[in-house]
T-cell receptor, first 113, second 112 residues
Framework: GAGVSQTPSNKVTEKGKYVELRCDPISGHTALYWYRQSLGQGPEFLIYFQGTGAADDSGLPNDRFFAVRPEGSVSTLKIQRTERGDSAVYLC???????????FGQGTRLTVV | AQKITQTQPGMFVQEKEAVTLDCTYDTSDPSYGLFWYKQPSSGEMIFLIYQGSYDQQNATEGRYSLNFQKARKSANLVISASQLGDSAMYFCAMSVNNDMRFGAGTRLTVKP
């Protein structure tokens, strides 16, 4: 596709369940970012990939959160034992390089009930 | 990691007037990029303008300009001739070695 695609757009899950959020970046973009955004706040950095490797995962809040990008393209953010506090919009973005803008997907709205 | 600060939670501006949204940053790396994004109520993140740390001139994109003061570590966004459609959240961001972080944002409301 032409833009960054995130699926699903909405996800409602029960507390304690496991969820996977998918991001399909723009073709050729080597940098991929995951952010979490709560209502009225700025995007909170979670993890950044350069190619297949996680260049910085310091934003992952705890070991329930994990992300992969095995072939340097599609990325999956995985959350185990979800908690109500995990409810937020999860944004994915990709860019070609640091002197070019990052393009964002529409986000996945995660609701943990 | 780099730090971005936006000290104005909310700003109001009269339609057709200019407004400045503040952004300060902190990094020890001499090479970095500064970005502004707009997020309307629909939730999409829209890229507005980019400034590189080595750029000599302030960036401009239509009604948007970036007032880059390197010594002060500030990168304020100036919107000229405000329009009702400019009402949105505005985020300042910094990228160091492709690692991009965002400020808390400023909610701009344009009054008719």
């Amino acid at each position: 596709g032409a833009g960054v695609s995130q699926t699903p757009s909405n996800k409602v899950t029960e507390k304690g369940k496991y969820v996977e959020l998918r991001c399909d970046p723009i073709s050729g973009h080597t940098a991929l970012y995951w952010y979490r955004q709560s209502l009225g706040q700025g995007p909170e950095f979670l993890i950044y990939f350069q190619g297949t490797g996680a260049a910085d995962d310091s934003g992952l809040p705890n070991d329930r959160f994990f992300a992969v990008r095995p072939e340097g393209s599609v990325s999956t953010l995985k959350i185990q034992r979800t908690e109500r506090g995990d409810s937020a919009v999860y944004l994915c973005a990709s860019s070609f390089s640091s002197d070019r803008e990052a393009f964002f997907g529409q986000g996945t709205r995660l609701t943990v009930v | 990691a780099q730090k971005i600060t936006q000290t104005q939670p909310g700003m109001f501006v009269q339609e057709k007037e200019a407004v400045t949204l503040d952004c300060t940053y902190d990094t020890s790396d001499p090479s970095y990029g500064l970005f502004w994004y707009k997020q309307p109520s629909s939730g999409e993140m829209i890229f507005l303008i980019y400034q590189g740390s080595y750029d000599q001139q302030n960036a401009t994109e239509g009604r948007y300009s970036l007032n880059f003061q390197k010594a002060r570590k500030s990168a304020n966004l100036v919107i000229s001739a405000s329009q009702l459609g400019d009402s949105a959240m505005y985020f300042c961001a910094m990228s160091v070695n492709n690692d991009m972080r965002f400020g808390a944002g400023t909610r701009l409301t344009v009054k008719p």
